[in-house]
């Protein structure tokens, strides 16, 4: 036992070692930058307020809140992950009762060595929580006060959790109406009080996100018909899955990985059948999911990566489960024999069957985790850094940045003490609203918004393989490529509302490579 354990604690530090490492050398990106912009920007009060705009649960930002509370700087948001995804593979290694091949493969999967570690965002806590609720599930009625508080975190995390927690909430239920009146009345208040937690973390998911459907402005541009929300159902498994597992190497390779990703999936949950409570968990939980995720948001790597280890938890919450009698079908046909007669045979060993079937899907990641890194690590992940070293070292604070949208949450990341005129939504922002929006229009919003500066750097897109040198009427305004895709142009700032009034003029949705702008 002490061998083991001396070889999982060099496990944990190697694993430690690398994320850090990675998080170190990590650029932030959109989404990263909005969560800390906004927990950076706004009081308690205010990140409620926002989350019908951003669609998802305030923890995360609060967590942020804590860290920015205490003088943290931007440096912080990658440490926070990475503190977090140490703990979690500190659990996985020394609580969970599973053996060692399947915890080194966890650890080495694509969501534990890059998309939900390094890349900081809420999915490292859901990776904490379910590993928590994995340890507690076989105890949880001796600890409900700790577990009811476990669910109602994870309630706050994300919006695609609705199903596991809706699910587990369920079956607390069950738990505490079939235990009533065998248990003693101190352990019922305890059942009660876990089960209020959890009620509560369920509310406040819920009350945030009212009108957020129609609020937000991805889901409510989204036109759904019967045919497009069954389609979007249907291949949602396959695409889920396949962000988790695909390296994005072009070729036959991908798709032979993924289709073994998908059968093997199929074939784990086909042999969880037995356990009926797991087999149930599992089902409700994979359905709200590809809706949430495949029909009304959309497909990340990061969230294909969480489906996976999500089904892995909820396999272990389920390990001590006893297996449960099922009457075999009467089956004809010859070749569905042969088919079943394999299931029967795995049967047989169901839960060695599962973990190596388990095992062998966090392994088929692995390739998908080490391309990412390597991506990362060797070249710009996001311009955002570059530019903003840029505009510190050359931009002075007499100069007002513009943007066509309000996309650059990032960058201003790296600048705390700037904002950005969003041309589209006529307002100074440090992170996206999210909110619908009529396109811009108002030039006397932007000249009151400019009183205070004396030019202007128009930050936009560049085309990599054919940049675009923007001019104006007498060849005063200046380029700069500061990163990745990301060009400066400065004006002065009486010549760029001149050029701007020609602009609304002409089409308000021309793009800075057109004839205004070029």
Known sequence: MKKQAVVKLFILVAYSALIFILVINHEYWFDEGQAWNIARDNDVAEIFAMMKYEGHPPLWHLILKVFIYFGCSWRALGLVSWGIMTLTAGIILFCLPIKLYLQVALLLSSGMLYTN???????????????????????????????????????????????????????????????IKSVSLKQNVFNVLGLAIAGVGVVMLVLPLLGSFGANCFTSSKQFTFKSVATSFFVSFQYITESGISPNISGILNIILSLIAQLVLITAIILLRKKRRTFIVLLFFMVFYMVLIGVIWYTLPSRGSLFLYTIVMIYVMGSAEETAGFSELKISSKALRSIVSVFKHLDDKTDK????????????????????????????????????????????????????????????????????????????????????????????????????????????????????????????MKFYKTGLNIGIYKFAKEEFIDLYKVYLMINQEMTYDSAIFS
């Open 117 to 179: 570690s390094v890349i900081s965002r809420v999915y490292c806590v859901i990776y904490l929580l379910l590993a928590v609720i994995a340890l507690l599930y076989p105890c949880r009625k001796k600890h409900p006060v700790l577990f009811g508080l476990t669910v109602a975190l994870l309630a706050n995390t994300h919006i695609c959790m609705c199903g596991m927690v809706g699910i587990i909430g369920i079956f607390m239920l069950v738990d505490f109406c079939g235990d």
């Open 353 to 476: 069957s599962v973990f190596l079937i388990f095992t062998a899907l966090m392994l088929l990641s692995v390739p998908s985790g080490i391309k990412y890194a390597v991506e990362d690590i060797s070249g710009e992940f996001d311009p955002s850094k570059a530019t903003a070293e840029f505009i510190r070292n050359n931009v002075s604070e007499k100069t007002l940045l513009v943007s066509r949208g309000d996309d650059y949450s990032a960058l201003l990341t790296y600048l705390p003490e700037r904002s950005i005129y969003s041309l589209t939504n006529e307002r100074l922002y440090s992170y996206c609203s999210h909110e619908t929006m009529p396109s811009g229009g108002d030039i006397g919003t932007f000249i009151k918004a400019a009183e205070d500066f004396d030019e202007v750097w128009l930050i936009g897109s560049v085309d990599e393989n054919n940049p675009t040198i923007i001019y104006s009427n007498n060849n005063s």
